[in-house]
Nanobody, 126 residues
Framework: QVQLVESGGGLVQAGGSLKLSCAAS????????RAWFRQAPGKEREFVAA????????YYEDSVKGRFTMSRDNARKTVYLQMNSLKPEDTAVYYC???????????????????WGQGTQVTVSS
């Protein structure tokens, strides 16, 4: 089992930036694919971004393309989500997830991930 701990959430005005971090511990060999999901009140959890083990492959939900950038530092077992040009509709609890190696077609499916963090709140005011 992999333990994931997110940090970096907070309150920001529209147009501002935040950088989320997610540190892994435990059986990290089973965390080749890492992802971020988010869940707003009254809505289902939705995919935001994912990254392959090498970091070469990244995949983004359409509404965040060009604004969010996901990266990873395998030496630190940490992934990041740089969020720029934030909008009120980005407000949600953001969750970090990990899975064994996934192809791009499976990266967006939350059921493919077997390890989750506790979530960090991101609030964007208008």
């Amino acid at each position: 089992q992999v333990q994931l701990v997110e940090s970096g959430g907070g309150l920001v005005q529209a147009g501002g930036s935040l950088k989320l971090s997610c540190a892994a511990s435990g059986r990290t060999f089973s965390s080749a694919t890492r992802a971020w999901f988010r869940q707003a009140p009254g809505k289902e959890r939705e995919f935001v971004a994912a990254i392959s083990w090498s970091g070469v492959i990244t995949y983004y939900e359409d509404s965040v393309k060009g604004r969010f950038t996901m990266s990873r530092d395998n030496a630190r077992k940490t992934v990041y989500l740089q969020m720029n040009s934030l909008k009120p509709e980005d407000t949600a609890v953001y969750y970090c997830a990990a899975a064994p190696l996934l192809g791009t077609q499976r990266m967006t499916n939350p059921y493919e991930y077997d390890s989750w963090g506790q979530g960090t709140q991101v609030t964007v005011s208008s």
